[in-house]
């Protein structure tokens, strides 16, 4: 059975940057999706896109495919008042925060001042060049209650 959408794929990843530190890689041996539901990024579900189980492949993702390419504009400073225990605040954390245009972004602390914070709204993997290794391992029809959620179910279905 070939990838394509509404299937359900299971494979194996490591996923490496370009001086080969393997940056993440498939938990417990393999990780599944819901193909054409915009689950992953658009260069690796294009790469898996007619490949069937069994298949081994290595991709390189650009930015453009992956995580898009740093935007200078996302990383802003904010007043430390706009964090509710700024003791605990450091450098490499995360906070969920409300984007111009009401989205929600994950912001990364940058750097820590006396009555500032500079925070990046860019994903951490944003310009950044994606090597993926895969083996898919099972390619399944995906059900109609998989399909009409827009992901995976585990067995014994899915409880929202």
Not at 39 to 62: M, Q, R, Y
Not at 90 to 108: K, S, Y
Not at 116 to 123: A, E, P, R, T
Not at 138 to 158: I, K, L, M, N, W
Request: charged share 25%; proline share 2%.
């Amino acid at each position: 059975m070939q990838i394509e959408d509404h299937k359900v794929v299971t494979l194996h990843y490591t996923l490496t940057d370009n001086e080969g530190a393997v940056i993440d890689k498939s938990e417990d041996g393999s990780f599944a999706y819901l193909h054409g539901a915009r689950n992953i990024i658009p260069g690796l579900e294009n790469a898996l896109t007619g490949k069937t189980a069994g298949d081994e492949f290595s991709v390189v993702v650009s930015p453009e495919e992956g995580y898009g390419m740093r935007n200078d504009s996302m990383i802003q400073e904010v007043s430390r008042s706009m964090f509710e225990d700024d003791s605990q605040i450091a450098v490499g954390m995360q906070f969920h925060a409300q984007g111009p245009n009401g989205e929600m972004l994950v912001v990364t602390v940058k750097e820590i001042n006396d009555d500032s914070v500079v925070v990046d709204g860019n994903h951490p993997l944003a310009g950044v060049d994606l090597n993926f290794d895969v083996k898919i391992i099972e390619v399944r029809d995906a059900s109609q209650e998989e399909v009409e959620h827009g992901h995976v179910h585990g067995a014994g279905g899915h409880h929202h």
